[in-house]
């Protein structure tokens, strides 16, 4: 399975930017998607999941703000960023999580290879 980040870029404060990430591989399902951020010197942190069922969650720092949305038949994932602030400024991942694929009983999680998000003041 892999995971196809794309989006990101140089963006000033206020303004908006759209992730995608696409799964591909012999996947049957996958239960969760979600976006994560790591900015420099610091730790990699949840911004934003979509589960399978509908559920949410957002980070309290983008509430309002970032807007989550997938497309299950095509295993996308999409992050839509308004608002940009500089604290945005990170290198985002996606995330597949609970990914079902042919061959295999287990459930996996698979990762995203980062797409840079740079907001300037």
């Known amino acids: 399975v892999q995971l196809q980040a794309s989006g990101g870029g140089l963006v000033q404060a206020g303004g908006s930017l759209r992730l995608s990430c696409a799964a591909s591989g012999s996947i049957l399902s996958i239960n969760d998607m979600g976006w994560y951020r790591q900015a420099p010197g610091k730790q990699r942190e949840s911004v934003a999941a979509?589960?399978?069922?509908?559920?949410?969650y957002y980070a309290d720092s983008v509430k309002g703000r970032f807007t989550i949305s997938r497309d299950n038949s095509k295993n996308t994932v999409y992050l839509q960023m308004n608002s940009l602030k500089p604290e945005d400024t990170a290198v985002y991942y996606c995330?597949?999580?609970?990914?079902?694929?042919?061959?295999?009983?287990?459930?996996?999680?698979?990762w995203g290879q980062g797409t840079l998000v740079t907001v300037s003041s």
């Open positions: 995330a597949a999580l609970g990914v079902f694929t042919k061959g295999s009983p287990n459930a996996n999680t698979y």
């Open positions: 979509l589960g399978g069922g509908g559920s949410t």
